[in-house]
Each structure stands twice: as C-alpha cells, then as structure tokens.
C-alpha cells in the first residue's frame, strides 16, 4: 500500500504565494506518475498540474505560467509551487499517485491524498 501526506495549504491573499508538498511512503517500486488536482465547492475535481517519471509536465491552461510542479525523486515528494494566486485558484488540492508498488505481488496502483485546503481571499 502507498500513503500520501500532503501539506502547505492555507489562507493567503490574492496575488500571494504557497507551496504545497506530498510526500508517498509505502512499498513503492516505482513512480509513473504524480500530479495536483483540485476541486472548489460544488464542481468537479480537476487537473492542475501533472509530472511523469522522466519529468515532463502538464499544466491546466488556467494556472501556466503562476504554478509550477517539481519532484524529489529520492524524497518521493511532489511539490506545486503556486504564486500570483488568485480568488478562483481557492479549493481542496489532491495528490495524486500512479506507480508500481508491491513486494511478493507487483502492481499497478493509483493513490489520492486527503487533500489540503487552499483560500486565496483579502
């Protein structure tokens, strides 16, 4: 099994900055893939911003150029840097997990993170 703990949500004004880290732990044997999603009250979970193995990257439109998305590959920690934040960047932001993981029995495995609230308001 895989845990995620995610961390650096919070209350931040508009045009500020957070940072936010999700650390994976478990019998981990490889990661395809990690990203950020998030979901603001009453609509759906969406992309923010995803990282491969090899790390290429993919950003929703709405956050290119402000979020930017890093890996620790030794920490197996995955980062979201958020600056000149917004009103409509306030949500819930998950980490999301994609990998191989496993012991005597390897498989493919998809893991979300509690999530963590981020609110960008005056």
């Known amino acids: 099994q895989v845990q995620l703990v995610e961390s650096g949500g919070g209350l931040v004004q508009p045009g500020g900055s957070l940072r936010l880290s999700c650390t994976a732990s478990?019998?981990?044997?490889?990661?395809?893939?990690m990203g950020w999603y998030r979901q603001a009250p009453g609509k759906q979970r969406d992309l923010v911003a995803t990282i491969t193995s090899v790390g290429s990257t993919d950003y929703a439109d709405s956050v290119k150029g402000r979020f930017t998305i890093s890996r620790d590959n030794a920490k197996n920690t995955l980062y979201l840097e958020m600056n000149s934040l917004k009103p409509e960047d306030t949500a819930v932001y998950y980490c999301?997990?994609?990998?191989?993981?496993?012991?005597?029995?390897?498989?493919?495995?998809?893991?979300w993170g509690q999530g963590t609230l981020v609110t960008v308001s005056s």
């Open positions: 999301n997990f994609k990998g191989i993981v496993g012991a005597a029995i390897i498989r493919n495995l998809e893991v």
């Open positions: 478990g019998n981990i044997r490889s990661i395809t893939a």
